[in-house]
């Protein structure tokens, strides 16, 4: 896959999307002001936990496609779902999330962006 801005996200070993680093927590980014009413984009950060991880409000986060069915997705003709998430809802306003149907349940070991992988900005507690 090759993307305009230059940052391409691996969702499955055989697809992806193209995104933009944003800010996790603040209210613009991914193309979109503090005064959108409805985004189609929005920061979500990296998951990563353990004990010396920190990562949160503030750190670097990557766009990704929001939804609220699977018809909004760029890439349903592909078969990409919505993937609904309370955090996306109360964060965004939306219902979650576009990705490939296998990236939603392969887990970080299958390759693939899920729950496990990333968190949306809604649920980051800044560490």
């Known amino acids: 896959m090759q ?6 996200v691996a969702a499955t ?4 999307f193209c995104s933009a680093p ?9 193309g979109y002001g503090p005064s959108a009413t409805k985004r189609d984009g929005g920061c979500l950060g990296p998951r990563v936990t353990g004990f ?16 609220d069915v699977d018809a909004d997705c760029v890439q349903a003709s592909r078969g990409w779902v ?12 939306r219902g979650g999330t ?4 296998d990236a939603t349940d392969a887990g970080p070991d ?18």
């Open 3 to 8: 993307c305009a801005g230059g940052l391409c």
């Open 13 to 16: 070993p055989t697809e992806g």
């Open 22 to 30: 944003c800010v996790v927590g603040q209210p613009v980014g991914c």
């Open 52 to 67: 010396f991880s920190s990562e949160g409000i503030g750190d670097t986060g990557f766009c990704v496609e929001l939804c």
């Open 82 to 93: 919505c993937t609904l998430s309370d955090g996306v809802r109360e964060r965004f306003g």
């Open 98 to 101: 576009c990705f490939p149907p």
């Open 110 to 127: 299958g390759g693939g962006v899920s729950d496990a992988a990333v968190q949306d900005a809604s649920t980051a507690d800044g560490g």
